[in-house]
């Protein structure tokens, strides 16, 4: 049976949040504050970008906000053509500005949910997806997407996803759910902890590492690494 999603946030009321927190998530420090380990989790899909392809001429940032992840890319494998996407225009432009002041390549930006965008074939060296395909839902927007990105990507491209995740065993998925409930209350009490579990409960519908990385091979990626994990967030990726 097809899970019901009614619930959940809609497009039009994703897009509305975030073209009200440019400012916020132009800072990785103040965006991603209740991401655990959200620096370090950049940092290695960055250094993996550049290990795996070394002689990038071309990245796709999806769900790029402010561009945090392409900057950071840039700042080791310089000059970059970036194309960016995000269902934001505001955080486009902001992406935009920033991006364009740290490359001598080009820069495309495309106002899209991922699910419509036209990736083309064969385009991308690096393919970046944080904090964003926890917003898709259904199995085949999952297998859409996944399926996209393979084809966009040249071969020998890598595909790095830093995100919220879940986990397949009830009881672990139970144990980090808790941590991470410690964890929030740590930063501003249990009111706090309540607001984020109640925004994840409306918005978000991640999915399990296993779930992506089986969604990885299905789709064709001859490798795939776990980079790091900890608790309800990880980062890894494929090679194609």
């Known amino acids: 049976m097809e899970t019901d999603y009614s619930s959940k946030s809609s497009l039009e009321e994703i897009r509305e949040r975030f073209d009200n927190d440019v400012e916020r998530f132009s800072n990785l420090e103040t965006g991603q504050q ?21 002689q990038a001429t071309a990245v796709l940032d999806i769900g790029c906000g402010a561009g945090n992840y392409t900057l950071k890319l840039l700042s080791k494998i310089p000059n970059l053509n970036c194309t960016l996407i995000d269902l934001s225009l505001p955080m486009l432009e902001r992406a935009r500005q920033r991006v364009l002041e740290a490359t001598w390549g080009t820069v495309e930006t495309i106002q899209t949910d991922i699910r419509e965008a036209n990736l083309g074939d064969q385009q991308f060296d690096v393919v970046l997806a944080a904090a964003v395909l926890h917003h898709l839902r259904g199995d085949n927007d999952w297998e859409l997407v996944f399926a996209k990105i393979y084809q966009a990507l040249k071969p020998g491209g890598s595909f790095w996803i830093s995100d919220l995740i879940i ?10 759910t808790d941590r991470f409930a410690t964890y929030l209350e740590s ?19 991640p999915r399990s590492v296993n779930y992506q990385l089986n969604l990885m ?21 494929g090679v194609k």
């Open 217 to 237: 091979k299905r789709a064709g990626f001859r490798h795939t690494e776990v980079l790091h994990k900890n608790g309800c967030f990880a980062a890894f990726g």
């Open 187 to 205: 930063l501003g009490g249990a009111e706090y902890r309540q607001k984020v579990f109640d925004y994840i409960e409306h918005e978000d519908t």
């Open 167 to 176: 986990h397949d065993t009830p009881e672990l998925d139970k144990l980090f």
């Open 34 to 54: 209740t991401t655990l380990d959200a620096v370090l989790s950049m940092e290695l899909i960055t250094d993996a970008a550049k290990y795996i392809n070394p």
